[in-house]
């Protein structure tokens, strides 16, 4: 009598394997992570071992999350947002100058401010959905409007900040050590996360990022959650810019830099947890990559270090993110011919490739 060695019946090939790889990139982030708090606390413990350290992390970056998850949602729509530094540029400077040259309360400007991205978002939104010009074009477009709608506005000389200690204290009161605009980055993340995974919108969202066309043809409206996921970047990143302008002070060209890694963060998100692109992955991915940049930083004191580290990992990111889809493409395209041929009876060679003639 013979026995015979299989799988279980639950498994296809290519499962298994996954299956077991699945645990590997579940924790990769926190692996790399780990790495860096492990090699640059050993190298530079005095100096990367401290609680000022983690907490200029915290609050430096809180501003640069706002603007991943800000570029996400389009991303997760699949479009593209490339006016949110321009976006969040606009709402800082226009924060400032509406208090420190127009006089206006505290909360009024935000709330114009804020207003005013919004509309940004609604304008991406018409040009992509309405008029159907790629989010890539228009948000581009979009960005070097809303730079020379700033221009228009509030001139080529650098507002004052204000001198309301109401606006300092937006972002610099301290809770548990950390400024507070590290609490409002997880609020803001919250709920972001809540929209995405637990409402119909955020579904749909995602719906229409994977398949646009089935999505359309399953009854999502496809150009509404287009339009929303432009209108909630831009309203994010206008959010970002006045926490900016509060924490360091007005700037005409800062939002252009944080593009970069933002984007980085984005794509490193969605490598860490299977490919799509989420919240907790993007924030995640923000903080590793500011771990690893303020680590290098203190051990050669390069300036340059940030921008080259954020291209680097924006390149390996997508080039991973490709690999895996053509792979898991692979492995889904073997395991339809393993499930035809035990429907048929077929050996595997006449499944994968084709009949074979006999002799």
Do not use: C
């Not at 509309?119 to 008029?131: C, D």
């Not at 004191?301 to 291209?311: D, E, H, I, P, R």
């Amino acid at each position: 009598m013979s026995l015979r060695v299989g799988r279980p019946a639950s498994t296809t090939p290519g499962t298994r394997t996954r299956g077991h790889g699945l645990q590997v990139d579940r924790f990769i982030g926190l692996y790399i992570w780990a790495a860096f708090i492990a090699v640059f606390g050993l190298w530079k413990p005095n100096e990367f071992l401290t609680t000022a350290t983690l907490h200029n992390v915290a609050s430096s970056q809180a501003v640069t999350a706002l603007l991943a998850i800000a570029v996400l949602i389009p991303l997760a729509a699949g479009a593209y947002d490339l006016s949110a530094g321009a976006t969040a540029n606009f709402a800082t400077v226009l924060t400032v100058w509406l208090q420190s040259d127009q006089g206006i309360p505290l909360a009024p400007a935000v709330l114009i401010a804020v207003v005013a991205s919004a509309g940004i978002g609604a304008l991406n939104g018409i040009a992509v959905v309405g008029l159907r010009v790629n989010s890539f074009i228009a948000t581009l477009g979009m960005a070097s409007i809303v730079a020379a709608l700033q221009t228009i506005v509030i001139g080529s000389t650098q507002p004052y900040p204000p001198e309301s200690t109401l606006w300092l204290q937006l972002t610099n009161t301290t809770v548990f050590g950390f400024q507070v605009i590290a609490i409002y980055l997880l609020v803001i993340a919250v709920v972001v996360w809540w929209l995405l995974t637990r409402m119909t919108a955020g579904r749909y969202i995602y719906a229409v990022g994977g398949n646009a066309e089935a999505a359309r043809l399953a009854g999502v409206p496809v150009g509404r959650h287009v339009f929303l996921s432009l209108l909630l970047s831009s309203t994010i990143a206008g959010i970002g810019g006045v926490l900016y302008g509060s924490l360091y002070g007005p700037s005409l060209t800062y939002g252009g830099a944080l593009l970069l890694p933002a984007f980085a963060a984005v794509f490193l998100g969605s490598v860490l947890l299977r490919g799509k692109f989420n919240v907790w992955g993007t924030v995640a991915a923000v903080y590793i990559l500011a771990t690893g940049v303020q680590g290098l930083q203190l051990v050669t004191s390069a300036t340059w270090l940030s921008y080259m580290f954020n291209g680097v990992v924006l390149i390996a990111a997508v080039s991973f993110a490709m690999w895996r889809q053509k792979a898991a493409s692979r492995q889904r395209a073997v395991a339809k011919a393993e499930q035809t041929r035990q429907e048929t009876g077929d050996p595997p060679e006449a499944t994968l490739y084709g009949s074979q003639p006999t002799s």
